[in-house]
């Protein structure tokens, strides 16, 4: 697309949306996660159960540190004992000093995101630790690549990121309602959805 961009349109300037960044930042925790996950599932009972947590809770792993749950309840199919989301994520993360060390760094440069702190943002990118898998290497690599697009991605208003969760919602009512029969009902459940407002005749 950058190529037919240029061709098309020679003085227009690229901006990587925001939205597809915070999803290169999660598909790589994603990734490092299933890896110790697959890792685990070959082993011991113990280390069974370890990747049984994992998968279970994956969620934990994508979303903000500071937004998890410090709620304490009773957990007694994976943990037997009381726990919130904060304990749960640490007890995970002390499977394996790469998933760590991976989830820490990601943090890092999530929360340079959600600031807008480009400058910050890059120089974690440069300075990112040995600790983390090769695979988060690699992926940074490909952020460091389109340095000046993301540049002016942060540097925007504008975000395809409604628009993204609108589109998943819409797939996933396709996918749970088994087809719909006629298009009118499937756009009013669509509007039903999001909070649209629904002009009736």
Not at 165 to 194: E, M, S, W
């Amino acid at each position: 697309y950058d190529q037919l961009v240029k061709t098309v349109f020679p003085c227009a300037q690229i901006i990587y949306d925001r939205f597809h960044i915070a999803k290169h930042l999660n598909d790589t925790m994603n990734h490092v996660r299933i890896h110790v996950f697959n890792r685990l599932r070959k082993g011991d009972s113990a280390e069974q159960k370890q990747a049984r947590r994992l998968k279970h809770y994956w969620r934990l792993f994508l979303q903000d540190r500071e937004n998890l749950s410090t709620k304490l309840y009773y957990e007694g199919r994976y943990f037997n004992r009381v726990v919130n989301s904060m304990i749960i994520l640490d007890l995970m993360l002390g499977y394996d000093q790469e998933l760590r060390a991976t989830y820490n760094f990601i943090q890092s440069l999530k929360h340079a995101y959600n600031q807008r702190d480009f400058t910050t943002f890059f120089q974690l990118l440069k300075l990112r630790p040995d600790s983390v898998s090769h695979y988060t290497i690699y992926r940074c690599q490909v952020l460091a690549r389109y340095k000046e697009r993301i540049k002016r991605g942060f540097e925007t208003k504008f975000s395809n990121g409604r628009t993204e969760g609108i589109n998943n919602r819409i797939k996933t009512i396709k996918r749970v309602a088994c087809g719909y029969r006629y298009f009118t009902a499937f756009k009013t459940r669509i509007y039903l959805i999001i909070g649209h407002q629904i002009q009736t005749n």
